[in-house]
């Protein structure tokens, strides 16, 4: 009789480990899903297409408040992890959990779910949100395209709705204002598009890499959170962030990252001490001799300095940095410092889900996330930005969020941009890629 098995996600890896290894797995039924992490998404249930014939209902999905009802109404015998972005007192509360009803406890591992591609894959991955892995990603595509390559970006899912296409390609900005994207998947999306590069993401991984395949000459795998690549990697790079020490041996998976890197980039550099520096310069040595340390910083600009200087701002940042990231702030609230304003604090005009946001994450600092899973979240985000007395609103995300809500202030944009202050550049990372003759062993 199969073992009746619950998959615990947040609408990204739960399903690419679902697709590529439970759902041919005649020894399980997977009788739910739990969801975390995702505030405000629009899924309820599994579709028949994804989850084939052996489910012609579907599977339903749940809140992972419910674990323990939901193994006594099924009689779960194994809780299955999938999702990251996890410090290791998170991951050990999961744990206990799961087996606090009975039930056994699994993680899926590399070998297992690992894709392997007839393209070079280079990977982009975290050891928390926040950390600019986008930004490394950005600088890697565009060496990428100086040689002439063509790059197919792959970027981790982010399935919020039942409508979810199975594969989605982007090959220019008109495709992506043509689409029913959240603000949270055009942030990812935006940035490689403006540069010419296509990008690719859905819910099916297998089959993304059928069409990524076809698009590119390499592949460049856009990490999520701080999950590890579905693609088996020929390079693999690592970004930690050197403001916030002891992320790059403290979370899951992150540290898998770490571990298995050819390069780990720690940005910010410019932001933290010598000693935090030094400190996980000395924990990355501890479980990876072998790999390049690069140094890095984010040089940060904004669009109109003059509507900065010396006024009254909001601040709005990318959501997952400032949510389960765990980052005080971004790029936005550096730029305001950086020239001169004064941050006006939201929190007290927060509206709507936005307010218990702030009770959710009370370590986020005097700035807006940009938080757009749903059409009420883009209503209480509006709201909230438009109430407040202020000059001018500075955007610190990667999209142009005015075409997703009407803002009432003048906007200014703020850029940011990747700059090596030691260690092997990034031209000298893709050469090393270029090298490479297969994929990594693991």
Known sequence: MPRKVVVIGAGGRDFHNFITVLRKDSSVEVVAFLFTQIPGAEIRRVSREVAGDRYPAGIPIYPLEMLPNIVKFYGVDEAILSFSDLTYDELGNVISHVLSTGCSFRILGLKETMLDSTKPVIAVTATKTGAGKST????????LRKRGLRVSVVRHPMIYRDSTPLVQVFKDLNDLNASSLTIEEREEVEPHLKIGAPVLLGVDYTKILVEAEK???????????NDWPFYRPWYWVAVTDATRPGIEVGAFPGEVNIRLADAIILTKVGEASKENIDRIVKNIRKINSNAHIVKADFVVNVDKPDMVSGKKVIVVEDAPTVTHGGAAYGAGYVAAKRFGAEVV??????VGYLRKVYEQYPGMGPVIPSMGYSLQQLRDLEQTINS????AVIIATPTDLEKVIKINKPVVKVF???KIVEGPSIEDLVN???SRSSPKSI
């Not at 490394?136 to 060496?143: L, M, N, Q, W």
């Not at 698009?215 to 959170?225: R, Y």
């Open 136 to 143: 490394v990603s950005k600088a890697i595509v565009e060496e």
């Open 215 to 225: 698009l590119g000459d390499v592949i460049l795998w856009d990490g999520g959170n």
């Open 345 to 350: 604090d939201p929190r007290k005009y927060a």
């Open 388 to 391: 407040i007395d202020a000059d």
């Open 416 to 418: 940011w941009q990747l």
């Open 432 to 434: 090393e890629f270029l």
